[in-house]
């Protein structure tokens, strides 16, 4: 990256272009609020230390932007601005008022839509940052951002057509059926971990392949601490798409109880880029242990690759 590409890069991070709130045909006019993707009340509460959690950070080193774990405030961690105040507490009323039952249908599908819908607003605001860039460069090269092309702005459409297809995905499989008074069909695979510490929790939507047609095949994953030794994954995807998700996540879905921690663990760093880790956890790893989970997220961050086995990428131990 050239060094005004840098400092335009810095800049365009520290903007705030959380404008719009993304509710239902996007027709809201409220202006959208920062709210958790992954709750602060009860689960950072659980892992945070001193008021902080780990999570990975883009930061600039010797000029280049480069990926860390770093401590983050809890009140800052994992936010969105996708909805207005109104929608947000109306979409999300059971998980933000009551504790998590995995037993509740409602409870699950609601934390699969915030999954959902943080991931559209992320992908929306890397496309306006972008956009933001380019408009910059074309400033200072005195051409019209509309008319001329640049790197960040090839960027910045790639990731407008991956918030298009989020919104395809939840307009599908959430918004359509609700409208037409049924309930999404998902299925959910429910991970409970018992004799586990609070020190990892995650909401992610990512993609396991595509449809003909260019629909999103892939399921959410919510990791959440429930009390000081129990803590449960939840894997959550629609009906029709059984088959493809889990022949995709077969090592996960067919993982035995040795096994099954290690693997989720893996499809964390290897799919998930919005989790927290509990800062006195990371602090007990070694060296080696941070450097390889650093490298192994990083490798997969751009496209989604097999990284090699190996003990120590067990972020849960
Ligand atoms: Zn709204």
Same mark, same amino acid.
């Given at each position: 990256?050239?060094?005004?590409?840098?400092?335009?890069?810095?800049?365009?991070?520290?903007?705030?272009?959380?404008?719009?709130?993304?509710?239902?045909?996007?027709?809201?006019?409220?202006?959208?609020?920062?709210?958790?993707? /992954?709750?602060?009340?009860?689960?950072?509460? $659980? =892992?945070?230390?001193?008021?902080?959690?780990?999570?990975?950070?883009?930061?600039?080193?010797?000029?280049?932007?480069? /990926? #860390?774990?770093?401590?983050?405030?809890?009140?800052?961690?994992?936010?969105?601005?996708?909805?207005?105040?109104?929608?947000?507490?109306?979409?999300?009323?059971? /998980?933000?008022?009551?504790?998590?039952?995995?037993?509740?249908?409602?409870?699950?599908?609601? $934390?699969?839509?915030?999954?959902?819908?943080?991931?559209?607003?992320?992908?929306?605001?890397?496309?306006?940052?972008?956009?933001? =860039?380019?408009?910059? /460069?074309?400033?200072? &090269?005195?051409?019209?951002?509309?008319?001329?092309?640049?790197?960040?702005?090839?960027?910045? *459409?790639?990731?407008?057509?991956?918030?298009?297809?989020?919104?395809?995905?939840?307009?599908?499989?959430?918004?359509?059926?609700?409208?037409?008074?049924?309930?999404?069909?998902?299925?959910?695979?429910?991970?409970?971990?018992?004799?586990?510490?609070?020190?990892?929790?995650?909401?992610?939507?990512?993609?396991?392949?595509? +449809?003909?047609?260019?629909? =999103?095949?892939?399921? +959410?994953?919510?990791?959440?601490? *429930?009390?000081?030794? #129990?803590?449960?994954?939840?894997?959550?995807?629609?009906?029709?798409?059984?088959?493809?998700?889990?022949?995709?996540?077969? #090592?996960?879905?067919?993982?035995?109880?040795?096994?099954?921690?290690?693997? *989720?663990?893996?499809?964390?760093? &290897?799919?998930?880029?919005?989790?927290?880790?509990?800062?006195?956890?990371?602090?007990?790893?070694?060296?080696?242990?941070?450097?390889?989970?650093?490298?192994?997220?990083?490798?997969?961050?751009?496209?989604?690759?097999?990284?090699?086995?190996?003990?120590? *990428?067990? =972020?849960? $131990?």
């Amino acid at each position: 990256m050239a060094k005004e590409d840098i400092q335009l890069f810095v800049k365009a991070q520290k903007a705030s272009y959380d404008t719009k709130c993304l509710h239902g045909a996007l027709d809201c006019d409220e202006k959208p609020i920062r709210a958790h993707s /992954i709750q602060n009340a009860r689960v950072l509460d $659980l =892992i945070q230390t001193e008021g902080h959690v780990t999570m990975p950070q883009y930061k600039l080193v010797k000029g280049e932007p480069v /990926i #860390k774990f770093e401590k983050v405030g809890r009140n800052d961690a994992s936010t969105f601005s996708g909805l207005c105040s109104k929608h947000d507490t109306e979409l999300f009323k059971a /998980i933000d008022t009551e504790p998590l039952n995995v037993d509740k249908c409602e409870h699950l599908r609601q $934390l699969a839509y915030r999954s959902v819908m943080r991931e559209m607003h992320t992908e929306l605001a890397n496309s306006e940052r972008l956009w933001a =860039i380019h408009e910059e /460069i074309c400033r200072e &090269q005195k051409v019209d951002p509309g008319e001329a092309g640049s790197e960040a702005s090839i960027r910045s *459409l790639g990731f407008t057509k991956k918030a298009h297809n989020v919104f395809r995905y939840r307009s599908k499989h959430f918004d359509k059926p609700t409208e037409d008074g049924k309930t999404p069909d998902l299925r959910h695979l429910i991970i409970e971990m018992d004799n586990q510490k609070p020190v990892l929790a995650a909401s992610a939507l990512f993609s396991v392949g595509f +449809t003909e047609e260019g629909d =999103i095949i892939g399921p +959410t994953l919510n990791i959440l601490p *429930l009390n000081a030794t #129990k803590t449960v994954g939840i894997i959550s995807y629609p009906k029709e798409q059984e088959a493809a998700v889990k022949a995709s996540l077969a #090592k996960v879905f067919d993982a035995d109880e040795k096994t099954l921690k290690y693997e *989720l663990a893996k499809l964390v760093i &290897q799919r998930v880029e919005n989790f927290t880790l509990s800062p006195a956890h990371y602090d007990t790893w070694s060296d080696d242990k941070k450097a390889r989970v650093l490298r192994e997220f990083e490798a997969s961050l751009r496209e989604p690759k097999d990284i090699p086995d190996h003990p120590d *990428l067990n =972020i849960f $131990l």
